[in-house]
């Protein structure tokens, strides 16, 4: 009778164990599944950073020549008389008209956030700089919202004072051959809104140099991340 209940007490004993070391694998397997997904999205968060160092660099170029002419414009704005209506229309066109708009792609992001892959990454360091980044992602789209209401209310006395001389592009792929044709003399309430815009892109401007920074460091954290060299 003892030899039968060990027999039984021994079967339930591997079958017990059996299960547990079933459910360890499948467990240790579904962590290792979703890590690896939280591994990819990290790797395509580090493709979208790429994307928006590139088109952070495009910005940088237009924003400053904006500036640039900004600062032609009011420098020179009372002795006007002096330059040539090409050169006005050129510095005009330049402060008007190069403006930015961000192309945001939060998609690894969000689906990190939606799929609970988030919780996945063990460093909390990574977790709030990645957070921290697409939170000034919005705020920069604020910014540039704020820049084209100024460009909206120049545009009438653009469209009014300027005329192309020809359609080529510069190398941002933007035009700039234009002509000023109205009188020599820029009204100050167009002068104010061009001190606004300047403020608003040197502010853009600013902080989109000091993301391009943070996003260096957030690459490094990254590929410590997903062991990525």
Do not use: C
């Amino acid at each position: 009778m003892k030899k039968l209940v060990a027999k039984y007490l021994l079967e339930f004993l591997v079958i017990v164990i059996g299960i547990s070391i079933s459910f360890y694998i499948e467990k240790e397997n579904e962590k290792t599944y979703r890590d690896n997904l939280k591994n990819q999205s990290l790797k395509r968060i580090l493709e979208n950073i790429a994307d928006d160092t590139r088109d952070f660099k495009f910005n940088q170029k237009a924003i400053r020549r904006a500036i640039h002419s900004t600062n032609w414009i009011i420098d020179r704005n009372k002795k006007l008389k002096m330059y040539s209506r090409d050169s006005i229309g050129f510095h005009l066109n330049r402060a008007v008209y190069y403006n930015t708009i961000f192309v945001d792609n939060q998609e690894e992001y969000r689906g990190l956030q939606n799929s609970g892959l988030m919780e996945m990454i063990e460093n909390e360091n990574l977790v709030s700089t990645i957070q921290g980044k697409y939170v000034s992602h919005e705020f920069f789209k604020k910014i540039e919202s704020t820049i084209m209401e100024k460009a909206k209310y120049l545009n009438e006395f653009s469209f009014n004072n300027l005329k192309y001389k020809s359609d080529s592009l510069d190398d941002l792929g933007l035009p700039f051959d234009r002509m000023f044709v109205g009188t020599k003399g820029i009204p100050d309430n167009i002068i104010e809104v061009l001190y606004d815009k300047r403020f608003f892109q040197s502010y853009y401007l600013k902080n989109i140099q000091t993301r391009m920074k943070n996003d260096q460091e957030l690459i490094d954290i990254i590929k410590e991340e997903i062991n990525l060299k």
